[in-house]
């Protein structure tokens, strides 16, 4: 986790092309890798989490499905 963080801080930071693809490969894979390997109440509090915050931002942006008026 914290070598993507660090991937990421990188590719914010970078000018450089080559850099900035190179590190978000590896920002992208160490992410996916600490979310396989993380125990399953880990996985399934960031799953909550995440809807959580869908949920708010639906709210606060309006998107959710209502009925369209003529």
């Given at each position: 986790m914290?070598?993507?963080?660090?991937?990421?801080?990188?590719?914010?930071?970078t000018q450089e092309e080559m850099t900035a693809i190179l590190s978000?490969?590896?920002?992208?894979?160490?992410?996916?890798?600490s979310f396989v390997?993380?125990?399953?109440?880990?996985?399934?509090?960031?799953?909550?989490?995440?809807l959580g915050a869908m949920r708010y931002y639906c709210y606060r942006h309006s998107c959710q499905n209502r009925p369209r008026t003529r």
């Amino acid at each position: 986790m914290t070598i993507s963080l660090i991937a990421a801080f990188v590719r914010l930071r970078t000018q450089e092309e080559m850099t900035a693809i190179l590190s978000t490969i590896v920002a992208i894979g160490g992410l996916l890798i600490s979310f396989v390997l993380a125990p399953w109440i880990v996985q399934i509090l960031i799953l909550l989490g995440s809807l959580g915050a869908m949920r708010y931002y639906c709210y606060r942006h309006s998107c959710q499905n209502r009925p369209r008026t003529r």
